[in-house]
T-cell receptor, first 114, second 113 residues
Framework: EPEVTQTPSHQVTQMGQEVILRCVPISNHLYFYWYRQILGQKVEFLVSFYNNEISEKSEIFDDQFSVERPDGSNFTLKIRSTKLEDSAMYFC????????????FGPGTRLTVL | GQNIDQPTEMTATEGAIVQINCTYQTSGFNGLFWYQQHAGEAPTFLSYNVLDGLEEKGRFSSFLSRSKGYSYLLLKELQMKDSASYLCASHGVRGSTLGRLYFGRGTQLTVWP
């Protein structure tokens, strides 16, 4: 069964450094998402992406964040100048269609900022 | 905005039935999802309701009442492996928020032998 994959599974970085989290969505899916979950808190939407541009972003997704689809398979989240409060689990998700379609989540990248 | 409420914790015994409730207050509505999340893992899709009524899928069923802003997830014949957090999530209104999911805090279910 096709699945969303993410790398790395764990990322430790120093405050102020840049990180790139990578995702490979399900191959026939057209809509891509990033969510984050701070330990013990709820899953929060960051951004949605379709047709090589951002569809929507939340108030969390400020200038520190950017997304890119550099080729036909990868979808990346870049966090510039990381802060301690960026420590969280970051989930990539994809869906075949937008709207009421089911979003399938990847296993996540645990980001720890020291 | 979106506000989704569900109980923080529930416990049940193996073989029992448990119902996890979710209430939502949204500026619009376009469907309600239930996901299962084991500790340290990704949310896994369980069910989706957009119309009123009960959707049954094996041991799991989900119910929706749009007029009451209410849903529940029913788990039958509980197994130890069902111990997990169950997340209620709703879609946004039509337009730019269509794909965005709003999650509740999750209900941590513990199944005892």
């Amino acid at each position: 069964e096709p699945e969303v994959t993410q790398t790395p599974s764990h990322q430790v970085t120093q405050m102020g450094q840049e990180v790139i989290l990578r995702c490979v969505p399900i191959s026939n899916h057209l809509y891509f998402y990033w969510y984050r979950q701070i330990l013990g808190q709820k899953v929060e939407f960051l951004v949605s992406f379709y047709n090589n541009e951002i569809s929507e972003k939340s108030e969390i997704f400020d200038d520190q964040f950017s997304v890119e689809r550099p080729d036909g398979s990868n979808f990346t989240l870049k966090i510039r100048s990381t802060k301690l409060e960026d420590s969280a689990m970051y989930f990539c998700a994809s869906s075949e269609n937008e709207g009421a379609d089911t979003q399938y989540f990847g296993p996540g990248t645990r980001l720890t900022v020291l | 905005g979106q506000n989704i409420d569900q109980p923080t914790e529930m416990t049940a015994t193996e073989g029992a039935i448990v119902q996890i409730n979710c209430t939502y207050q949204t500026s619009g509505f376009n469907g309600l999802f239930w996901y299962q999340q084991h500790a340290g893992e990704a949310p896994t899709f369980l069910s989706y309701n957009v119309l009123d009524g009960l959707e049954e899928k094996g041991r799991f069923s989900s119910f929706l009442s749009r007029s009451k802003g209410y849903s529940y997830l029913l788990l039958k014949e509980l197994q130890m492996k069902d111990s997990a957090s169950y997340l209620c999530a709703s879609h946004g209104v039509r337009g730019s928020t269509l794909g965005r999911l709003y999650f509740g805090r999750g209900t941590q279910l513990t199944v005892w032998p």
